[in-house]
């Protein structure tokens, strides 16, 4: 079954196009930005679109099986023995193809709208481009190398998205530190691929994965610990999780398609693409469920606490994320790339609405300062009701499908605490998503109110940058309604944010489980004690109590009389745990940053000077000896070169002849 | 009965040495009939096409097996791949010499080139003792007169001292061949792996002489003397053929005798003097290097301790080591040839290319072909991601795997040494230095040149995405 993820040996060459149609927009929007101006965006957008058209058309390809190997494959340079790079397209594959280059398409129509007048406008749909190139390499490279170049390009596109603005100082450290920590994740990866390439001697995903049961335990284990390293860094799993709410500095198009749809899903893709590896270790899948139970519960909480907007969605896709890796951690493949595929609709839909606020109220991104925007923004606020049904779970929205899929795995792969944090994340997941949907469209408008009686006294510990998005800058038109450029594609997600979850009902007979057949490995799972439709009725049970206290809270009748008075009390007397973040940034700051900055004084001041530079001295002053004895050996007298010759003659006569006379 | 002059010969088998010998032909008489009317461009023209047929002969041979000369010559895989090499250089050093030539001598060094071409072609498929003689005169008897052509003291010299020494040389060679053929009763190489030989002094000394020879020939230290002087002294497209087709020539040979011609079990110990001084060319060509302020020299002082490399790969004398051993030549033929064709393009009548002072400053007046050396300089020094990196890298991989780790050892040290001469090159490029104004005025660069430069990047580059591994070469090796 496993050996499948090799492919046909045939060839593809429409999934070449597939790959580089992004790559020829971003040249394109790079190269002739001053001449295509507004039409870059169009051009970009139509690019994706075209390449989403090829990934339909190349559906049946895909998913075809043929002699036991599953889906197109298409080779593209054969370098030395082992080392040979191709393109790969099976249902996983495909899967996230689709989402890239689909939802992909739609946030690159939207950010026509939203970053309309933006200084940099073709440089923006350039970056973009280039990033759904980098992340198609990623999940269409048939080989850890090719999925490693594509795992740094993503970073590099997400470094440049972030600090699109760089005139903005907080934006251009955020981009630094989503750069660093996710170079940590890089190196993880470098190292389980030497170990793979040391043990198969090839960098096949076939050939890695054929071999998985012959790897010592600890080898294993290692190569799946530096995999997951690359994984946690990219899906902002704990501890590496603090550089995601940081990277809202980006415009929020970036938010939506990067931070949240796509490319901190990559450590999801890359445990299900590597989950041969996984379903033999069992150490493996306990500490990958385990931080991803734990990422999902800490990312809940934290998004209880906090004020700007985006920042509520970063801890929010945080805690999906960590759900999805829960799920393939444990062994529920088909339920975390599930999740996967409906988060990327709700959030992106979520995102993008928060940017239809956003850009209505002038770049105001803290919760406090908005209510009452029902009315105001009647679109916006649909939008994000659906978004934020389908995000609790509500019965027959998309993520009750794909969240139980997970919960329900967790207990039959036997892991019941994670279940229970499972359950337990749902009902504050309904907690904190009601939370922003009160808060920003129940009772009266507050952007009129004096920060300081709403409790905002440090923007900084509060979350709140110290500017937005600079994009729009339309002071005139204050609640001017959004062009029909970003209303349509929000509106387009609006239909799989609720029914992609049908797609997943049905069990074994649901046409997920027949997408993905052959796909991933079936390991043996116990029947639980508590069926699949009775975990159900528990989860829903919880997302009504979390429901029920975010709306005794926020919008019960008092509430909302007394808003701004609440309010700020909330802010005054959050708990520092809270709204210091459970002190992870201070932890990195000491743990590494600091012991890092020590190392760097001894050997900038200590080790490098001293040792190496003095080896180094040493070593070039002995060779330009060295070099000066060759040089009067030079002496450009025929003479003495042909008594070098007769020298060695001799030398190599008398070893041959003992050598002959033995 | 009529006696058929070439014995079992069979025309297709040296059809591109013909091709070249009568490309010669033509160009020495259109040089005596139509002086006046061609240009220098005329002759080189001939030259190329004589040379462009001869490879696609010698391609067209690829994978079939021809003898001529009794067996004295045969064709396959290993022969074409050094004929194309030396094709390769040749093409190259003839673009070169366009650019740049003596307009008075053009048509007798485009002939005695491409003479020099028909010998290294011969080595390449030299299967008997006389051909591997009869190639290698023929290819040093060019090469003296090529070194000489340049109305310089300097030449002269170095056509005098290459032709004493290498005459030297070549009394070792013969008299080895000599004693082989005593011990053997044979000139075939074949008949040279016959078991009964490994107990034969006779065997031992002429195998002895015979590879001081061919030692003299890649210039390995302490054979290496003649090198530096000779390519300082020969004008530049000569020092770039030589310093490639020579070498690609009697690597093929060498080869040929390590991998076909020695009894079974003896190849260890008839070897062993050959991987000795292939190691101290490692260390000292090297470090020779650090001390050179002409470009020529350099590269000298850089090809010894290159030979060592490509002989490092083979001396396990496993097949997947020959497959390296000609990645890593073919390899070298493009980064070097690019670096002469880079000094070339800024060399006017003085050959002001050659010395290293010429290159200061000069990525700021020609920042592509800045730009270009530095990438030949980082290839030649094995630096990532070239195809001189890759190369090290599969040598040290089958030195370790054969049992010549100390060689894979030597390599790296090798390497290290090296990396401060190739910096120095680029150094002077980017660094702004007081020398800057010495070559400051900006003299246009022929067409030629910058085709030999991109072509030459262009097969550095080719050959790090596309590693050439003809896995067929061995067992048409006879």
């Known amino acids: 079954m496993i050996h499948h993820v090799m492919g046909n040996d045939g060839t593809y060459p429409l999934l070449i196009a597939l790959w580089l149609l992004p790559l020829l927009g971003a040249i394109l929007c790079w190269g002739f930005g001053p001449w295509l101006k507004a039409r870059a965006g169009w051009l970009a957008s139509a690019l994706v679109g075209a390449s989403f058209v090829l990934a339909v058309l190349s559906w049946g390809a895909g998913t075809q099986s043929v002699g036991g190997t599953l889906g197109a494959h298409q080779s593209l340079l054969s370098w030395i023995p082992g080392f040979d790079f191709g393109l790969l397209l099976d249902p996983l594959a495909l899967l996230w193809v689709f989402v890239i280059t689909g939802v992909g398409a739609l946030i690159h129509l939207y950010s026509i709208g939203y970053m309309d007048g933006d200084a940099a406008f073709a440089r923006f749909f350039a970056y973009m481009n280039f990033f759904v190139f980098a992340m198609l390499t990623l999940v269409l490279s048939d080989n850890f190398v090719g999925l490693l170049i594509g795992w740094g390009l993503v970073g590099l596109a997400s470094y440049f998205l972030i600090g699109f603005w760089f005139f903005k100082p907080s934006a251009v450290a955020a981009a630094r530190k989503a750069f660093v920590l996710n170079v940590v994740g890089d190196v993880g990866i470098m190292f389980a691929i030497f170990l793979i390439v040391a043990n198969v001697h090839s960098i096949g995903f076939g050939d890695a994965f054929a071999a998985a049961g012959s790897y010592a335990t600890p080898t294993l284990f290692l190569i799946c610990l530096g995999l997951f390293v690359g994984a946690a860094a990219k899906s902002a799993q704990v501890p590496l999780h603090t550089w995601l709410p940081d990277a809202m500095e980006g415009p929020t198009p970036v938010s939506a398609l990067i931070h949240a749809a796509t490319m901190v899903t990559a450590g999801v893709y890359l445990i299900a693409r590597c989950a041969p590896l996984w379903s033999v270790n069992a150490d493996a899948q306990m500490l990958v469920g385990t931080i991803g139970g734990l990422t999902a519960l800490l990312g809940a909480i934290l998004g209880c606490a906090q004020w700007d907007i985006k920042r509520i969605l970063a801890y929010s896709t945080m805690s999906q994320i960590g759900y999805m890796i829960m799920g393939v951690g444990v062994g529920a493949y088909e339920g975390g790339v599930a999740h996967f595929f409906t988060h990327a609709f709700f959030k992106a839909q979520l995102f993008l609405g928060s940017g239809l606020i956003i850009h209505a109220l002038a770049n105001e991104q803290d919760i406090r300062r908005m209510g009452g925007l029902a009315k105001k923004l009647p679109y916006a606020f649909v939008v994000m009701l659906v978004g934020v049904l389908a995000i609790c779970g509500t019965p027959g929205f998309s993520a009750f499908f794909s969240k139980d899929m997970i919960i329900y795995g967790t207990l039959q792969h036997g892991h019941p605490w994670l279940y229970a944090v499972g359950i337990l994340t749902a009902g504050l997941t309904a907690y904190y998503m009601l939370r922003l949907l009160f808060v920003t469209f129940l009772g009266s408008y507050r952007g009129a109110v004096d920060p300081s009686d709403l409790g905002i006294r440090h923007p900084e510990l509060a979350g709140l940058p110290s500017d937005g998005d600079p994009a729009p800058q339309d002071a005139t038109a204050h609640h001017h309604a959004p062009a029909w450029i970003m209303n349509l594609p929000v509106g387009i997600l609006i239909v799989p944010s609720i029914f992609a979850g049908w797609l997943m009902f049905g069990g074994a007979n649901s046409p997920w489980a027949h997408f993905f057949a052959g796909q991933f490995p079936v390991p043996n799972v116990v029947v639980p004690p508590i069926s699949e439709g009775a975990t159900s009725a528990i989860v829903f049970a919880c997302v009504l109590v979390g429901a029920a206290v975010a709306a005794a809270r926020y919008a019960s009748k008092g509430a909302l009389a007394d808003a701004v008075a609440r309010l700020r009390s909330e802010s005054v007397r959050m708990p520092a745990l809270l709204s210091n973040r459970f002190y992870f940034d201070a932890a990195i700051d000491a743990l590494c940053v600091r012991s890092a900055q020590l190392a760097g004084t001894f050997f900038g001041r200590v080790a490098d000077p001293h040792v190496i530079d003095g080896t180094v001295r040493e070593a070039a002053i002995s060779a330009r000896w060295m070099g000066t004895l060759m040089r009067s050996l030079q002496t450009g007298l025929l003479r003495a070169y042909a008594l070098i010759l007769v020298f060695g003659a001799a030398c190599f006569i008398v070893y041959y002849a003992l050598a002959g006379g033995r | ?478």
């Open chain 2, 1 to 478: 009965m009529i006696l058929n002059p070439f014995g079992t010969a069979d025309w297709m088998a040296i059809a591109p040495i013909v091709a070249l010998a009568i490309a010669s032909l033509l160009v020495l008489l259109a040089d005596l009939v139509a002086r006046p009317a061609i240009s220098r461009y005329g002759a080189v023209a001939i030259g190329l096409l004589g040379t462009a047929a001869a490879a696609v002969l010698a391609a067209m041979q690829y994978g079939h097996v021809y003898a001529a000369f009794f067996g004295g010559f045969v064709t396959g895989g290993f022969t074409t791949v050094f004929e194309e090499i030396v094709a390769i250089a040749l093409a190259g050093s003839l673009a070169l010499y366009a650019t740049l030539g003596d307009p008075k001598r053009i048509g007798g060094t485009v002939a005695l080139m491409l003479w020099g071409s028909c010998g290294a072609m011969l080595m390449a498929g030299a299967a008997n003792l006389m051909t591997i003689f009869l190639g290698l005169e023929l290819l040093s008897l060019a090469l003296y007169c090529l070194c000489g052509m340049v109305d310089r003291r300097g030449a002269r010299e170095s056509a005098l001292k290459y032709l004493i020494l290498s005459s030297t040389a070549s009394g070792f060679l013969l008299f080895g061949m000599a004693l082989l053929f005593g011990a053997s009763g044979s000139v075939l190489l074949a008949d040279l792996a016959r078991p009964q030989l490994a107990a034969n002094p006779l065997f031992w000394m002429g195998s002895g002489l015979f590879l001081i020879g061919l030692a003299f020939k890649m210039s390995l230290v302490p054979f290496h003397a003649w090198a530096p002087d000779v390519y300082e002294g020969a004008p530049l497209p000569v020092t770039a053929y030589m310093s490639v087709a020579t070498k690609a020539a009697t690597l093929a040979v060498f080869a040929r005798v390590l991998y076909a011609a020695l009894p079974a079990g003896t190849a260890s110990h008839v070897m062993l003097p050959v991987w000795i001084v292939a190691g101290i060319s490692m260390i000292a060509g090297n470090v020779g290097m650090l001390a050179q302020h002409d470009l020529k020299r350099l590269l000298a002082y850089s090809g010894i301790a290159q030979v060592g490399y490509i002989l490092t790969a083979m001396a396990g004398g496993s097949a997947l080591g020959l497959r390296y051993a000609i990645y890593y030549l073919v390899a070298y033929t493009f980064m070097n040839l690019g670096a002469f064709a880079v000094a070339t393009a800024i060399s006017g009548e003085h050959e002001e290319g050659a010395r290293l002072v010429s290159y200061a400053g000069l990525a700021r007046r020609r920042p592509w072909l800045a730009a270009a050396m530095t990438f030949f300089m980082l290839a030649l020094a094995g630096m990532p991601p070239t195809a001189g990196f890759l190369g090290k890298i599969l040598i040290l991989a089958t030195s370790a795997d054969s049992g010549y780790a100390w060689l894979g050892g030597l390599l790296v040290a090798g390497t290290a040494i090296s990396l401060y001469a190739y910096a120095k090159v680029v150094r002077a490029m980017y660094l702004p230095q007081s020398g800057d104004h010495h070559v400051a005025d900006l003299r246009p660069i022929a067409p030629l040149a910058w085709i030999s430069v991109t072509l030459c990047l262009i097969g550095v580059i080719a050959m790090t995405f596309y590693p050439l591994t003809p896995s067929n070469v061995l067992p048409l090796l006879r």
